[in-house]
């Protein structure tokens, strides 16, 4: 009986171990989807897309805070938040460039409506 007992304490604490280890593991994982996800998409993002990003990638970090990380862990996750800020910041200078540019084209043809010149 007493082997039994300790056997499932065993089990139990393996299992806990486990979970642990892939909880942590998975905060990195998603950590990793969200740097391919802006690398691959966050030129079309909108505004909303942009606040769901942010906030993917913050919740993550409070995920990954709950855990102890070895140096290489800790490293890779340094990696990956670099590659997220180096997107993020690309997306925001595209998104603010693609505005003027929108909104200068739009400038532009009003000056040319009020000096009457057509540019068919």
């Known amino acids: 009986m007493?082997?039994?007992f300790m056997t499932i304490v065993v089990a139990i604490l393996?299992?806990?171990?486990l979970?642990?280890?892939?909880?942590k593991q998975h905060a990195i994982n998603q950590l990793e989807n969200l740097s391919i996800d802006l690398r691959d998409?966050?030129?079309?993002?909108?505004i909303?897309?942009?606040e769901k990003a942010i906030d993917r990638f913050s919740k993550i970090r409070k995920k990954m805070a709950k855990y102890d990380y070895t140096p290489e862990e800790r490293k890779r996750i340094?990696?990956?938040e670099g590659q997220c800020a180096r997107y993020m910041a690309q997306g925001a200078?595209?998104?603010?460039l693609n505005g003027v540019q929108r909104v200068s084209g739009e400038l532009q043809g009003?000056?040319?409506?009020?000096?009457?010149?057509?540019?068919?």
């Open 2 to 4: 007493r082997k039994l």
């Open 14 to 17: 393996g299992m806990v171990l």
């Open 19 to 23: 979970t642990g280890c892939s909880a």
């Open 41 to 46: 998409k966050s030129a079309y993002y909108s």
């Open 48 to 50: 909303d897309q942009w």
């Open 78 to 80: 340094g990696v990956l």
């Open 93 to 96: 200078k595209d998104g603010l």
């Open 110 to 120: 009003i000056i040319e409506g009020i000096l009457g010149r057509d540019w068919k």
